[in-house]
């Protein structure tokens, strides 16, 4: 979806997210009152691991240390076994405006992560004075 205005365009683009290897999501039913937050539970690798080369985290093996090595994504994204979308939405603009400041257009344009709590949000800055707003919506399959 997009919208101009004089001097300003706005822009919203809909992210679906994917776990991480090893993970899978869910949308948690329980009646309780944060009913509806994204589930993360572990998945069974093992049948792949040894194709693949990819870790178990379910059932590792002697000497494999899974859960120190995929703990910085999980510490980042999630709170306990749930993802955390404040923490997301902080990730996803750190990343995005770290890969911003390599492309070219970096040069001629500014990129400003917006305060936001339900989606991510940029402010891309023109010298000719133009403004673009990008939102970028967060979803789960």
Same mark, same amino acid.
């Given at each position: !979806? ?16 994917? &776990? ?7 949308? !948690? ?16 690798? #093992? &049948? ?5 080369? $990819? ?10 240390? &899974? ?16 993802? !955390?979308?404040? $923490?997301?939405?902080c990730w996803v603009q750190m990343v995005v405006v770290s890969a911003w400041q390599l492309l ?13 709590? $339900?989606? #991510? ?5 023109? &010298? ?14």
């Open positions: !979806d997009w919208s101009t205005q004089e001097n300003s365009s706005t822009y919203r683009l809909l992210v679906i997210l994917r &776990p991480p290897p090893g993970h899978s999501f869910s949308l !948690d039913t329980t009646e309780q009152p944060q009913a509806g937050r994204i589930r993360v539970a572990l998945e069974c690798l #093992c &049948p792949e691991e040894q194709l693949l080369g $990819k870790i178990c985290f379910l059932h590792p093996y002697a000497g494999q240390r &899974p859960r120190e090595q995929g703990s910085y994504l999980l510490d980042t994204l999630y709170t306990g076994c749930f993802l !955390d979308l404040e $923490k997301v939405i070219p257009q970096s040069l001629h344009c500014q990129l400003t992560a917006l305060p936001s709590e $339900k989606c #991510c949000r940029f402010q891309l800055s023109s &010298p000719s004075g133009m403004q673009s707003t990008i939102e970028m919506a967060l979803a789960v399959q």
